[in-house]
T-cell receptor, first 112, second 110 residues
Framework: ETGVTQSPTHLIKTRGQQVTLRCSSQ?????VSWYQQALGQGPQFIFQYYREEENGRGNFPPRFSGLQFPNYSSELNVNALELDDSALYLC???????????FGPGTRLLVL | KNEVEQSPQNLTAQEGEFITINCSYS?????LHWLQQHPGGGIVSLFMLSSGKKKHGRLIATINIQEKHSSLHITASHPRDSAVYIC????????????FGTGTSLTVIP
C-alpha cells in the first residue's frame, strides 16, 4: 500500500462525454503526476502538478486538464471523450519534484 | 522511435535463475526509475537512479550515464517476481516530462 488512492476504480463513458478522475496523494507529498496507460503499453506522461501549479506536460491535447488542491489532492479532467481515451489512468505522488513516485492503483476508463 | 527502449519484451525463467532486463534511452535525463507492475495495474517504484548502482534485497539496478543504459538484475528469481518491469526516465530538458518503456513481462516458473 502506497497511501495513494484513486477514485473511481472503474468507469464507463460514451464518446463526447466528460470525465473527472480523482487522486489523493500520500500524506506530505506536494507533487502529483498523471499517466495514461493503454492496454499492453507503458504509461504515457500527461502532466505534473507541484503546489497547485502545472509543472510539466506531455503530448496530450488541451481537453486533458488537471487541478491540484491546497491539500494536494488532484483531479484529471478529460472533455469530449474519444474511444482512444480508454485506458488505465494512474496518478503518482512524490515528496518533491523528481523524488521517488508512489503510484495509486489506477482508474480504468472505458469509452464506448 | 521511443525515447526509452527495453529488452527483452518477454522473458520466461526457471525459479532460481539470474535475470537481467535492459533499458536504453535517447534523451538527457535527470533520473531513471525502475517500476514493477502487477496484473491489475498496481505499480511499485523499485529504484530511482541518477548514477552508479543500487541494491535492494535480490534486486540490483545499474546505470551508465555515458552509454545511456540501465540494467535491472534479479538474483535467485522467484515466481512472485512475475510482473511487468518498466523503465522510465525523467527528461532533464523537457519540463519534467517522463518517458516510459513499454515494459518487460517476466514470468518465473517454479
Amino acid at each position: 500500500e502506497t497511501g495513494v488512492t484513486q477514485s473511481p476504480t472503474h468507469l464507463i463513458k460514451t464518446r463526447g462525454q466528460q470525465v473527472t478522475l480523482r487522486c489523493s496523494s500520500q500524506s506530505g507529498h506536494n507533487t502529483v503526476s498523471w499517466y495514461q496507460q493503454a492496454l499492453g503499453q507503458g504509461p504515457q506522461f500527461i502532466f505534473q502538478y507541484y503546489r497547485e501549479e502545472e509543472n510539466g506536460r506531455g503530448n496530450f491535447p488541451p481537453r486533458f486538464s488537471g487541478l491540484q488542491f491546497p491539500n494536494y489532492s488532484s483531479e484529471l479532467n478529460v472533455n469530449a471523450l474519444e474511444l482512444d481515451d480508454s485506458a488505465l489512468y494512474l496518478c503518482a505522488s512524490s515528496l518533491w519534484v523528481g523524488e521517488t513516485q508512489y503510484f495509486g492503483p489506477g482508474t480504468r476508463l472505458l469509452v464506448l | 522511435k521511443n525515447e526509452v527502449e527495453q529488452s527483452p519484451q518477454n522473458l520466461t525463467a526457471q525459479e532460481g535463475e539470474f535475470i537481467t532486463i535492459n533499458c536504453s534511452y535517447s534523451v538527457g535525463i535527470s533520473a531513471l526509475h525502475w517500476l514493477q507492475q502487477h496484473p491489475g495495474g498496481g505499480i511499485v517504484s523499485l529504484f530511482m537512479l541518477s548514477s552508479g548502482k543500487k541494491k535492494h534485497g535480490r534486486l540490483i539496478a545499474t546505470i551508465n550515464i555515458q552509454e545511456k543504459h540501465s540494467s535491472l538484475h534479479i538474483t535467485a528469481s522467484h515466481p512472485r517476481d512475475s510482473a511487468v518491469y518498466i523503465c522510465a526516465v525523467r527528461g532533464s530538458n523537457t519540463g519534467n516530462q517522463f518517458y516510459f518503456g513499454t515494459g518487460t513481462s517476466l514470468t518465473v516458473i517454479p
